[in-house]
C-alpha cells in the first residue's frame, strides 16, 4: 500500500515504524478524520451564519424529509449514534417546530417522524447553503475525476463497514 499523507509526512506518535504499511494507515486515519471535522465545521459555521442550525440538525431534517414516517431507532441507525442522544435531538427539533412525533400505528412503543411545513422549508433552505458550502469546500482543490474516485472509495468503506456494523454504538 502506498499512502502519503497530505503533508507529505508520517504521523508521529505512531508505534509503527515510519516506513511500515501500518504507518501509512495511521496517516490515512488522521487524514480523513482531520478532513472530516474540518469540512464539518466549516459546513456547521455557514448553516449556524444563514439558518440558525449546525450540520447534525440539517443532516436530520435532510433525513426526515427524504424518510417521513421513519423511527427515532431508524434515524439512529443512519447516523451511528445512541437512540437516546437521537431522541433528545427530535425533541430539540419538535420545541423549535421542525418535526412532530406521530403515533405508531404498528408499535405503540414508537413514534413515526415528520417534519412540520416548517422544517421543510428550513430543509430546503439549508439544503441550497450546504450544497453551495460543499461544492465550494471541496471542489475548489479536487476536480470532477478526483471527487468521484473518493466518493466511491468512501461508499465502498461506509458499505463495509454498515455490513459488518462496525462502530455501532450499543444503545
Not at 43 to 72: A, N
Not at 88 to 104: C, F, H, L, T, V
Not at 138 to 153: E, F, H, I, S, V
Request: proline share 5%; glycine share 8%; with cysteine.
Amino acid at each position: 500500500m502506498e499512502y502519503t499523507s497530505a503533508d507529505g509526512s508520517a504521523t508521529t506518535g505512531s508505534p509503527a515504524p515510519a516506513d511500515s504499511p501500518a504507518a501509512d494507515l495511521v496517516s490515512l486515519f488522521a487524514d480523513l478524520v482531520r478532513c472530516e471535522t474540518r469540512l464539518y465545521n466549516a459546513v456547521s459555521d455557514r448553516l449556524r451564519e444563514r439558518h440558525g442550525i449546525v450540520t447534525s440538525q440539517y443532516e436530520f431534517l435532510q433525513y426526515l424529509h427524504e424518510h417521513p414516517g421513519c423511527r427515532v431507532a431508524d434515524l439512529a441507525a443512519e447516523f451511528a449514534i445512541g437512540v437516546g442522544a437521537t431522541s433528545k435531538s427530535i425533541d430539540r427539533m419538535e420545541k423549535q417546530g421542525w418535526a412532530a412525533r406521530q403515533p405508531n400505528p404498528e408499535d405503540r412503543r414508537s413514534s413515526l417522524l415528520a417534519l412540520t411545513p416548517a422544517g421543510e422549508q428550513l430543509a430546503a433552505a439549508a439544503g441550497r447553503t450546504f450544497a453551495a458550502a460543499l461544492a465550494e469546500l471541496l471542489g475548489t482543490d479536487l476536480d470532477a475525476p478526483a471527487l468521484d474516485r473518493l466518493a466511491r472509495t468512501l461508499s465502498t468503506l461506509r458499505a463495509a463497514l454498515e455490513r459488518d456494523r462496525t462502530g455501532t454504538p450499543a444503545g
